[in-house]
């Protein structure tokens, strides 16, 4: 079956943002690609949510290496990784980080 492939570059341009806040990524095992290629400069995240369960030890690590040197702080919640830009404050506990990731009421 084919299928349309599109950037986040692509996707935040036709949308018109210049920035974007929060970015949730699932994308079938391709999270560890999106990440290590995002153009964090230009599109400056706050928060980002990925599916790390099925990343292999060593991509871990390269993709949480990649990250904390963009400025960003990990914490794992089950079958996710919630990054946080260093540079966005809020009040914030792992705690309530964790129920939001997973839906729950903080």
Not at 9 to 34: H, K, P, T
């Amino acid at each position: 079956v084919p299928v349309n492939v599109v950037t986040v570059d692509d996707v935040v341009a036709q949308a018109g943002f210049d920035r974007v806040d929060l970015m949730n990524l699932d994308v079938e095992g391709y999270e560890s690609r999106i990440l290590l290629s995002l153009p964090y400069d230009r599109l400056r995240p706050e928060l980002i949510v990925f599916e790390s369960v099925h990343m292999s030890r060593a991509t871990k690590a390269r993709v949480f290496a990649f990250l904390e040197g963009q400025g960003f702080d990990l914490f794992e919640f089950d079958m996710d990784t919630l990054a946080k830009a260093r540079r966005f404050k809020m009040r914030w506990s792992p705690r309530a980080a964790s129920e939001a990731v997973r839906g729950l009421p903080a």
